[in-house]
T-cell receptor, first 112, second 111 residues
Framework: EAGVTQFPSHSVIEKGQTVTLRCDPI?????LYWYRRVMGKEIKFLLH????????ESGMPNNRFLAERTGGTYSTLKVQPAELEDSGVYFC??????????FGDGTRLSIL | AQSVTQLDSQVPVFEEAPVELRCNYS??????LFWYVQYPNQGLQLLLK??????LVESINGFEAEFNKSQTSFHLRKPSVHISDTAEYFC?????????FGTGTKLQVIP
């Protein structure tokens, strides 16, 4: 089966611009998660979707971040406007209910 | 609230030597425990997990971890490491659908 797919693998943008990250979960996985790792720090939870609904968005850093999962399939994470501290690796994961999460390769976001 | 501590940020070890990567956690309820591995230029992969049952869990590539409730630990061990084990290892805990990660331990296997 295909794994969790993230696009792009790397994005370089200037401060103030907008970037949209995409995640395609494993087919049939209702649960979709976003995480972020800022350089040298731990991987931190951002939010959790169950199908198209946001189950937990307690980790979203501020209102410059917007996550959507229209139709309960793929998800997007938009950063607008991007700031320097947003640089890091953004991971997406998906799972069946109460099962271990499967992670994508991540999107490395660099803000200049 | 749950948290995970990985005290060692880097662990150098010679090839074929044993290794232990330490992990301690805190949580107010029963948890699930995981080790994830990130090989160079790759994403996170699940290495092994403890959900219930036997406290000793094993991976297909020779790693094992033991859940110790009294010491709140889930240390990762391998009796003989290989060059290909060079990677960053993350201990993680989950008490709901949210996973909390440690800061990671970089295992550097020296030929």
């Amino acid at each position: 089966e295909a794994g969790v797919t993230q696009f792009p693998s790397h994005s370089v943008i200037e401060k103030g611009q907008t970037v949209t990250l995409r995640c395609d979960p494993i087919s049939g996985h209702d649960n979709l998660y976003w995480y972020r790792r800022v350089m040298g720090k731990e991987i931190k939870f951002l939010l959790h979707f169950v199908k198209e609904s946001k189950q937990d968005e307690s980790g979203m850093p501020n209102n410059r971040f917007l996550a959507e999962r229209t139709g309960g399939t793929y998800s997007t994470l938009k950063v607008q406007p991007a700031e320097l501290e947003d640089s890091g690796v953004y991971f997406c994961a998906s799972s069946l209910l109460n099962q271990p999460q499967h992670f994508g390769d991540g999107t490395r976001l660099s803000i200049l | 609230a749950q948290s995970v501590t990985q005290l060692d940020s880097q662990v150098p070890v010679f090839e074929e030597a044993p290794v232990e990567l330490r992990c301690n956690y805190s949580s107010s309820v029963s948890v699930y425990l995981f080790w994830y591995v990130q090989y160079p230029n790759q994403g996170l992969q699940l290495l092994l997990k403890y959900l219930s049952g036997s406290t000793l869990v094993e991976s297909i590539n020779g790693f094992e971890a033991e859940f110790n409730k009294s010491q709140t630990s889930f240390h990762l061990r391998k009796p003989s490491v290989h060059i290909s084990d060079t990677a960053e290892y993350f201990c993680a805990v989950s008490e709901s659908q949210k996973v909390t990660f440690g800061t990671g331990t970089k295992l550097q296997v020296i030929p």
